[in-house]
């Protein structure tokens, strides 16, 4: 067996661990990428998997939804045609999907637009429920939620909210 340096021997696999975790994150970077226009709906689920849901469209297509929810920042749709052809993908979580989002949508329409959730809240005293997604962090790094309000079952407003580090709650614990 080769001596490997007393310091790997002591930080063991981290550093491993740490380069992949860091590969793997600047891979999800573009995470449609490869999916062309014509590409076959076999050869999208061959490199990204089966879907988390199929949304039948009304023109004989399909939608294939690859959310990344709770913890990733896009929600990939891909369309296809009625022959199982991609005709264009959207990442939905981009300003201009959540733009679509608009008072009065009911949910399945926006789970349509946005695809899975991170998370569902009700709260009883406003009679809201609230559902949010982890969307792209801000470019100074801040994290943030896209939530949207839901009341009597429709869209009543959508906002946007910051996700603090553990750390910075410190000082109050």
Not at 39 to 48: F, G, K, L, P, T
Request: proline share 8%.
């Amino acid at each position: 067996m080769p001596a490997f340096p007393s310091s790997f021997r002591r930080w063991g696999r981290w550093p491993v661990f740490c380069l992949l975790l860091t590969v793997a994150a600047c891979a999800g970077l573009d995470p449609a990428r490869g999916i062309t226009p014509g590409m076959s709906a076999s050869a999208v689920m061959a490199r990204y998997g089966q879907p988390v849901h199929v949304w039948p469209d009304a023109d004989g297509g399909r939608t294939l939804e690859y959310s990344q929810q709770p913890m990733g920042q896009h929600c990939i749709m891909v369309k296809l045609d009625a022959e199982g052809r991609v005709l264009r993908f959207e990442d939905t979580l981009q300003p201009a999907g959540r733009a679509r989002i608009v008072p009065g949508l009911s949910p399945q329409a926006v789970s349509r637009i946005l695809g899975k959730e991170r998370s569902r809240v009700f709260f009883k005293l406003s009679g809201e429920e609230v559902w949010d997604w982890t969307i792209p962090s801000e470019p100074d790094g801040k994290r943030q939620r896209f939530n949207v309000h839901f009341k009597d079952g429709v869209v009543l407003r959508t906002t946007i909210s910051m996700v603090f580090d553990d750390d910075r709650l410190e000082p109050f614990r």
